[in-house]
């Protein structure tokens, strides 16, 4: 059963009661809030995500709302709780629908050990992935918005997830995670592409999220393996290049990229010397769209 | 009996056997929440049970089990880079609580999280001490001129030192209980009695009965009882492990004695049998030596300790709980500190924060 | 008095090496460098004893045929120094 088999009403009624329970990717979340504006764009953007009937095993319970007191009347702030403890400050009102996506980056960042989590978009196209780890606001976002939009399955916008067992990338498909120029650049790519409220004033600027496309919801079972590790640089009408990275340096790269490499101690070190040994390491600058698109699907291109 | 999943669990891990996803659902939070999700880890591991549970539950264990081998290797770093940086003077540095459990590999150390690390220096070399970590790196964390002389004054420890680029603190005591405190302790027993786990380096650790008492003493003279529970399964491990030696209990009994430690030793053994089942002889709780009157008292004290040692999460916490935290953090800084001094220290204390939030 | 540089012992330090470039790992501290030829040539100096600064800068010179500069040498000895790979000791 999907989310889009509940009424807006029913759903409404759920997150406002005993909370939802809905799946994104290996995970299991139980989600509750009163807060209108996250219920609507939740219902938009996890329209496919699997949802269950009763109460199951959770791995994070989750609720976002506005505290009890007369904060909530003069500049209103929402609260995240983690089960009950806060794990970080409050928001203003305005931002609450980021909130939950942050929200949920944060859990999975700071408890799911079992994998190897990378900041990084993460998309397969003929069974190859490619990793795309970067800094905020080196186009990563863009440009796993455009391959998404071009075919390929976005297995993850912010976070990658390496198995600990066998190097495969886990899908987590939620929605992308635009910025500022990057909104209207996808918007006017795509006339069905369907978006969040636009949320300006955050921390990181205008913010808007981007709905994943319904094949890479809905194959969230379905691990790739990497083959390409990809540091994405947008320069505006910059010609495209692609140029090798050595390994030592993707792998300084990649590990400075990553949540919990630290904690994973010697593990996170021999699991990210192999995920190395297994992908083609490149610096890719790209400045227009389409020759991005031909480039990377030539690079995974069976032959 | 108890019905709270977690402390079913640690009284008898067999028990898990029967819990279906919901109760293991439950159970993850109410360890995740007091700081014993790792432990968890362990406990399963004790019965075998591991290969038993869904694919989804031992991927949480296994990733909680992974974050406290990383406190450990942080742990054994940290007592390394203290050793370096007091290599030049002869100082014999006593690793208390969960740092000595890991220094000696103790089973209560696996799957133990830190929040820091505290050691004992003869008071006689405490400077120096502090002076030699300063000079490699470490800060004070207590900026405030009140502070810094209170805890000089007062306390049974110097304000805290954190490392610069590490950000790991130390707490470095002289002594196990404030000088003010209720229970006059004799610390110079205590360090004679302890031991070596490294000669190189003079890393030291108390006694198989010293390292008990201690954390008797310390969760029985706290105010605070966040970690409680966690606290709890301390004393609970180290009492499985040490008390089949021979001897074992008349050791205890008598150093417990010598420090006028008979009260939280009563407490810690009381406690961890009725809450932890731990295997405690009834005669050797008959044989403390604790007043009339103290006995008479436990039906309070019982009422108040049931509502601390339980999980820290929301199906466990009910109105009763804080009511017995506030009256039990008042107990907390009575024994620490007699009432002249500690009025004084609470109305400072209030007036700073009242300070602080005009100022913000 | 002089002053020597020699591993830290008790910890292991795996490497991965790709082509000119290895990775290490310092087991204790947890730290990642990665390190050139030259880098991993000076660190084995010194993981097979005990040298001064001056002595590893000969080493260098005689096998590798490679004039280190003064700075470019006392900073990868203070890298490989914080991270927990090799230590200072002063001898009278």
Redo the contacts between chains.
Sequence with gaps: MILSSLTFHEARTRLKSNGLYFKTG?F?IHFNTHIENITKNFYKLYSENQIFEQ?????F?IKIDLPNNFRRWVRPQVFFYL???IPFKPLPFNQAYPMLEWGMNWCIAN????YLIIHAAVLEKNNKAIILPAEPGSGKSTLAAILTLNGWRLLSDELALISLKDLSAIPLSRPINLKNDSIDIIKSMSETCIFSDVYDDTNKGSVALLKTSNESVSRADEVAIPCFIIKPKYINESKASLARV????M??HV?ENSFN???????G??VL?NL?DLCGCFDFIYGNNTEAVNIMNSLVANN | MNNILLIRALRNPAAIADFD??D??LLL?QA??SNLLPKLYYIVKSINHHSKL?D??Q??L???K??A??HR?TVIWEIDRISEALKDIPVSVIYLKGAAYTLQNLPVSDGRLFSDIDILIDKKLINKVEHYLILNGWVSVKQSNYDQKYYRKWMHEIPPLKHRRRLIVVDIHHNILPPTAKFKTNIDLLIDSSMHVNELNNVRVFSPYGMLIHSMAHLFCEGEFNNGLRDLVDIDELIRLFSKEKGFWDELLDLANKQNLNIPLFYGLRYSRKILSTPVPEDVIRKISVSQLFRVNLVIMDRLFSRVFIPN??SC?KHSVYLAKFFLYIRGHYLRMPLHLLIPHLMIKLFTVWNDKESH | MSEYWEAVAGFEV?R?T??S???I?H?GS?D?Q?LDELGIAILNLVQAQRLETEEIREHILRKHKVELEGDSLARLLAELNRSGVITRVQTP
């Design positions: 290996p299991t109460e199951v095993f959770s791995d319970h089960d009950n403890e408890h799911s050990h079992q050595s390994p030592g340096k792998f300084m590990a490499y630290s904690v994973l101690g010697k593990e070190f021999e010397s190395i | 996803i919901l293991w659902d939070r995740r929440q869904p989804k539950i991927d949480i296994v990733s909680a992974k974050m081998d990383k290797q999460h929301k916490i | 795996l991965k790709w082509g470039e290895s990775a790992y087991t947890g990642t990665l």
